[in-house]
């Protein structure tokens, strides 16, 4: 017997007995209702919709960083820290409890683990209890006592250390997938150091004459520098050493529930 010298082409393998008549469309339903295996059932089908050039921006999405949002901007925008990074990253805070709290909240509620290093711990207890709906996500330890967190790229870190006004040098340093907030209530003699390190300096009401050293430090406009010493509660300034932002946080209901009313001073 002679082979034909060109072959079909592959395809599925009808199951059941062949079709009788003309064979049906591909995807089409057989008798019943049935779909052919390997095909299925033909879709609705409906006037195509066509939409103008101008049209399309009533789709504009507002996206923005990525990151946990840390309040508005001055043109009451979300402002956006990522706070969650692949690279070391240190943040100073000079200013109240209050916005670290705030901020301590909404790291977690990313899926960051926080470890709080505090010599103060009766004020982050409530805070502890409270984080992550039961899930021990935020752990309080003693001053230099904070252990190996081993953060990772699916379980990030953000360790805040609130010890005080001349906090040691930490055991826990920044890392991949591992933040270190440092709070300090004031200027104090450590601060010089600890902006220059930081990727990120937040500077809340301070007297003028902290805010002149402030200015200098971080090369702050002559404005900007006067306004630190008359900054609100919950306004802090962010900057780096290019950049700079003023934001206000915005206290969600339960925040305020937990942590009370924006203030500067504990």
């Given at each position: ?38 095909f299925g059932l033909i879709g609705p089908r ?204 915005q206290a969600t209901d339960a925040e305020t ?10």
């Amino acid at each position: 017997m002679s082979v034909p010298s060109h072959t079909a082409p592959a395809g599925p393998t009808p199951v059941g007995p062949a079709p009788v008549g003309p064979a049906p469309a591909r995807g089409a339903a057989r008798s019943g209702g049935r779909p052919r295996i390997g095909f299925g059932l033909i879709g609705p089908r409906r006037e195509r919709h066509a939409l103008s050039a101008d049209q399309l921006e009533a789709f504009a999405l507002p996206v923005g960083d990525d990151g946990m949002v840390i309040g508005v901007d001055q043109g009451n925008r979300p402002a956006v820290l990522g706070i969650n990074r692949p690279t070391p990253y240190d943040i100073t805070l000079i200013g109240g409890l209050w916005t670290a709290q705030v901020l301590v909240l909404r790291a977690a509620a990313t899926g960051a683990r926080i470890a709080v290093e505090t010599g103060r711990a009766q004020a982050w207890t409530a805070l502890a209890q409270a984080a992550g709906g039961g899930q021990p996500c935020v752990t309080l330890h003693d001053v230099g006592r904070v252990p190996p967190q081993g953060a990772s790229a699916g379980s990030p870190v953000v360790v805040v250390r609130d010890c005080g006004m001349r906090p040691p040098r930490g055991r826990v340093v920044s890392a991949p997938w591992q933040s270190v907030m440092t709070l300090l209530p004031y200027l104090s003699p450590v601060a010089p150091r600890l902006m220059e390190k930081s990727g990120l300096v937040g500077v809340q009401r301070v007297s003028p004459d902290e805010a002149a050293q402030i200015g200098r430090i971080m090369s702050l406009p002559r404005a900007e520098t006067e306004a630190l010493s008359t900054l609100a509660d919950g306004v802090t300034l962010w900057c780096t050493a290019r950049d700079r932002q003023f934001v206000m946080v915005q206290a969600t209901d339960a925040e305020t529930g937990l942590l009370g009313s924006a203030r500067r001073m504990d």
